[in-house]
């Protein structure tokens, strides 16, 4: 715990610097920076009590055993023995909840999040999948209160979806549902099956943060923007003008069209958003490989093509095969109840970081 408190004497010297930069004038009238300061004051600050709670804790304790061990008064000793015996178990659970704290923070937790499904492997009933996923993921938003946009999509002839890209807004979003990210299969007998059997088919889940730019900024020499008349529904406003945009990002080739909004500049503004969550994802993604070879996360790399959940209907089970959990509720899980899942995830996470973080401050 030694190294773990000389980390957290540093987070809190940090804290005290970034309170001084938050009350100077010069940091206060550059918005960016004052942004940029008071985010990483937030970030810190509830380790910052939990420590300086931790520091009278200690402080108490050291007291307690003074008087333990000068004073020859039986009741004040009494007394002292209950503080002191309180005053542990305190401090015990203490060190557990800093430990928790100081683990290594993902920046995007509190960023809402561009997710995009799309039906792989299994034609038509792979794209029913993917749309049976997207309600899914709409209807655990509703119950966390977030809001859920669809702002592209490509459907197909049987009610499906060959992709769909939704924004997802609200408190914590990338937290809960970046362990999404992967390739999910589901068995099941499919609707154009006359003779009953169970298929296997999958779609495939990206979660990418959506940065601002703050965060990340595109050199506009980089972009290729076309425009060009909008199709399909929309009305005669629309496809008299050429509304719809479509971006290229020329160094990856990245491609975003956008025709759902209804002018153009609303369409330049979406497809910039998309295009900036998708180039940074791009870059993320070479990082984070390179990343994993040297050491593979608890919860798998998050590699789109790894495959991470398994849905089988004719036995109402659900199985997240990452973390060896299963569930027979199928049913109460495509309908949003994606709770259970979710925590596990974060729990396992966790431990793992925790026991590693153990090893490296003892």
Do not use: C
């Amino acid at each position: 715990m030694d190294k773990i408190i000389a980390q957290l004497e540093g987070v809190l010297q940090r804290y005290d610097e970034l309170e001084e930069m938050m009350a100077d004038p010069e940091v206060i009238n550059d918005t960016q920076r004052y942004l940029q300061v008071t985010k990483e004051e937030g970030s810190l600050r509830e380790v910052v009590q939990k420590y300086k709670h931790y520091k009278r804790v200690q402080h108490d304790i050291k007291e307690s055993e003074e008087v333990l061990s000068d004073s020859d008064d039986a009741e004040l000793e009494e007394l002292a023995k209950e503080d002191l015996a309180n005053l542990k178990a305190e401090k015990e659970q203490l060190d557990h909840e800093i430990l928790v704290l100081m683990l290594p923070k993902d920046p995007n937790d509190d960023k809402n999040i561009i997710m995009e499904i799309r039906g792989a492997a299994g034609g038509d009933e792979a794209s029913l999948f993917a749309a049976d996923l997207l309600s899914m993921y709409q209807k655990y938003a509703e119950r966390q209160g977030w809001t859920f946009e669809i702002i592209d999509e490509n459907r197909t002839d049987v009610g499906g979806f060959k992709e769909v890209a939704v924004m997802i807004t609200g408190t914590q979003v990338y937290s809960k549902l970046k362990y999404e990210n992967g390739a999910h299969r589901v068995q099941r007998v499919p609707v154009t099956e006359s003779a009953g059997r169970v298929h296997t088919s999958t779609a495939t889940v990206a979660v990418m943060p959506e940065y601002d730019d703050i965060d990340f900024k595109l050199d506009p020499k980089d972009i290729r923007v076309d425009v060009y008349r909008s199709s399909g529904a929309g009305g005669q406003h629309i496809n008299k003008t050429s509304s719809a945009v479509r971006m290229t990002h020329i160094p990856t080739g990245i491609v975003v069209a956008m025709q759902d909004q209804r002018s153009q500049q609303q369409n330049r503004e979406r497809a910039m958003q998309i295009l900036r969550t998708r180039v940074y994802d791009f870059y993320e993604t070479e990082n984070r490989s390179k990343y994993d070879e040297k050491r593979k996360s608890a919860v798998g790399t998050g590699d789109r093509s790894e495959r991470i959940r398994t849905y089988n209907y004719p036995q109402n089970r659900v199985t997240d095969h990452r973390i060896g959990l299963t569930l027979n509720k199928l049913d109460r899980i495509m309908n949003g109840d994606l709770g259970e899942i979710i925590d596990a995830l974060i729990v396992h996470d966790q431990t793992d970081k925790l026991e590693h973080l153990q090893d490296v401050g003892a």
